[in-house]
């Protein structure tokens, strides 16, 4: 794949300290390691980014040499950063039709839940969470989508999901949401649980219109 | 992401081990259950292992298919034990309110093996141990 001009520039400082085949792994392992792509920064890419290339120099440079090497790539993210502000919202919507539609939309929303800087944990619990939203589309309304918004207000991120269905609705919906009613399938848990992980969560469910559940979770 | 249709099921000394280490769909959760039932009617195995080492997420589908599993083969008169379950993934479960607490638990695959108690059944075992000593001895006479 062709390398970004941002990409290039890293390398050919990485180059005045390791040969040139070392200074591309690093750079590629690095980039692959924190998640983050080159072309889009996002909140927090840039300090992510160089406390990955930190890790990955310290193996193979003295410790002033690594010192030298990080001051240089520092100076050269901040004047990136103050030239092209960060892309500071990322929305996806993604189709629910069957269930391998489930994984990619887990797998989609752990990756963002990752480049807004979640712990694991979070990411663990919010990709559960999508994948339990995805598979009620898939069993109770047949299609639907997922949309994964990560954006942030005043300052502090956030990853909002979207799951969205024009299925049959919810007929027993109090009941599920209060605990009492547990389906065979284990759906009445996966509703709950996906409530009790998020720190906000609306759901609007009717036998015309179908369902739309919004959750939030706010990166603390 | 690995794509498989089946997971491998291993038989060894009366006891059945499977160790998931793939992205669980719901089509393989499928044939697992009807895989595991068939090998324990099969093989008659007493013990089953369910290690979950390679699993990094678990949503309520899941995890009730595995305790499905674990019941099943109970009433089949199989013992199993669930070994390698990741941290993340078991706050998670918890927090969600889906514990297996009818299901036995190990934190590694060495463990489950202990609690099943398994043990090497073969009964030229013994026979073959000393046939290779006797070799070893012979050549450190010489």
């Known amino acids: 794949m062709l390398m970004s001009p941002l990409e290039t520039e890293i390398k050919n400082i990485l180059s005045k300290y390791l040969s040139p085949i070392v200074a591309e792994t690093v750079l590629s392992s690095r980039i692959a390691a924190s998640g983050i792509s080159l072309r889009r920064l996002r909140i927090g890419d840039r300090q992510r980014l160089l406390l990955s290339l930190q890790k990955g120099l ?50 989609a929303g752990r990756q963002m839940c990752k480049t807004l800087g979640f712990t694991s944990l979070l990411q663990v619990k919010l990709a559960t969470a999508i994948s339990e939203l995805a598979r009620n589309i898939v069993q109770y309304a047949g299609e639907g989508s997922i949309t994964l918004h990560a954006s942030h207000e005043n300052g502090r991120p956030y990853l909002q999901v979207t799951a969205e269905d024009h299925g049959p609705g919810i007929p027993n919906l109090d009941s599920i949401l209060s605990g009492r009613y547990v389906s065979k399938s284990g759906m009445g848990k996966g509703l709950t649980g996906t409530r009790n992980m998020v720190d906000e969560f609306d759901i609007r469910s009717s036998p015309n219109s179908g369902t739309l559940v919004v959750i939030r979770k706010w990166v603390k | 992401m690995t794509i498989a249709t089946r997971i491998p099921i291993i038989r060894l000394y009366g006891n059945l081990i499977v160790s998931i280490q793939v992205s669980l769909s719901d089509d393989l959760v499928v044939a697992l259950k009807e895989d595991i039932t068939q090998n324990i009617g099969d093989y008659g195995a007493r013990g089953l292992i369910i290690d979950l080492s390679g699993i990094d997420l678990m949503d309520s589908y899941i995890s009730r298919s595995i305790r499905d599993i674990a019941l099943i083969s109970k009433l089949m008169g199989a013992q199993t034990v669930i070994s390698g379950m990741d941290p993340l993934v078991a706050m998670t479960l918890v927090e969600m309110g889906l514990e297996m607490n009818d299901v036995r638990t190990a934190l590694t695959l060495e463990d489950a093996i202990d609690l099943l108690g398994m043990e090497r059944v073969e009964a030229d075992d013994a026979a073959f141990s000393e046939f290779i000593l006797a070799g070893v001895n012979s050549r450190t006479a010489d």
């Open chain 1, 58 to 107: 310290g193996r193979y440079l003295k410790p002033q040499q690594a010192k030298d090497c990080m001051n240089q790539l520092e100076s050269l993210l901040n004047s990136r950063n103050s030239v092209s502000a960060p892309a500071a919202t990322e929305h996806q919507k993604i189709s629910i039709r069957s269930e391998g539609d489930i994984v990619v939309a887990r797998g």
